[in-house]
């Protein structure tokens, strides 16, 4: 005799058009919820062991700064599957691929202090878990963000572009703590976004979005505490 998993409330409802999870069945939401945050720390330990073997191997960290064409491939790689990643979001296990590869092409070499590293580690990991928190207990409407949170994100595209002519230890200490503010509003409004507009069979986009906010975050705060060091 077969059980059903989730209640008679029938799940195809859930799956309608138009349908997020905060609509959906309990089950479902806490089914969602336990997909994204699985996929997000698998993409974690992945970032962080092949960051590892670039910090680590010398062998591989002599190749990568002999060849900046493989950083920019990668780059290009990343915004490719991006784009593979929006198409084929909902057809499984199509999804799971790409978003293995792009995690892996994704994960960020950097060569500062290990100390350095750690502290910036320590700091991310406090702050996600500080504003998912805030976020899930907030009553309040966190989607009108979105629209401040990109503007801000071109003038910080710009700006690093100005950078390039402009540069100084004083300007990468004010964009980076400026980037670093705008990826705790892009966690705080992705959290959200993910419980209150998203559709139940859409987790892979929601660990890729907080994903990308989580390693953008630690970039920036690794970059202000460098900047903090040399003053």
């Not at 705790?184 to 209150?196: P, V």
Request: with cysteine.
């Amino acid at each position: 005799m077969s059980t059903e998993k989730y209640p008679k409330s029938s799940i195809e409802d859930d799956f309608n058009y138009g349908t997020n999870v905060a609509t959906a069945s309990i089950q479902i939401r806490m089914d969602f919820l336990r997909k994204v945050y699985t996929l997000l720390s698998l993409q974690i330990i992945l970032t962080t062991a092949t960051s590892a073997l670039f910090m680590f191997s010398q062998s591989i960290k002599d190749f990568v700064h002999g060849s900046p064409a493989v950083v920019l491939v990668s780059a290009l790689l990343s915004l490719v599957l991006l784009l593979a990643l929006a198409v084929y979001r909902h057809q499984h296990p199509v999804n799971l691929y790409l978003l293995l590869v792009f995690t892996c092409l994704f994960s960020t070499v950097t060569f500062y202090e290990y100390s350095t590293i750690l502290q910036a580690l320590f700091l991310t990991c406090a702050v996600f878990t500080g504003l998912t928190a805030y976020t899930f207990q907030s009553k309040r409407d966190l989607s009108k963000m979105g629209a401040w949170l990109f503007a801000c994100l071109w003038i910080l595209v710009i700006a690093g572009f100005m950078r390039f002519f402009f540069n100084s230890d004083s300007t990468e200490l004010v964009l980076s703590g400026a980037g670093a503010l705008v990826f705790c509003g892009f966690i705080i409004y992705d959290t959200s976004l993910l419980m209150k507009q998203l559709s139940p069979e859409e987790h892979i986009l929601a660990s890729i979005n907080l994903y990308l906010d989580i390693v953008n975050l630690f970039l920036h705060i690794l970059r202000v505490l460098d900047s903090l060091k040399k003053h």
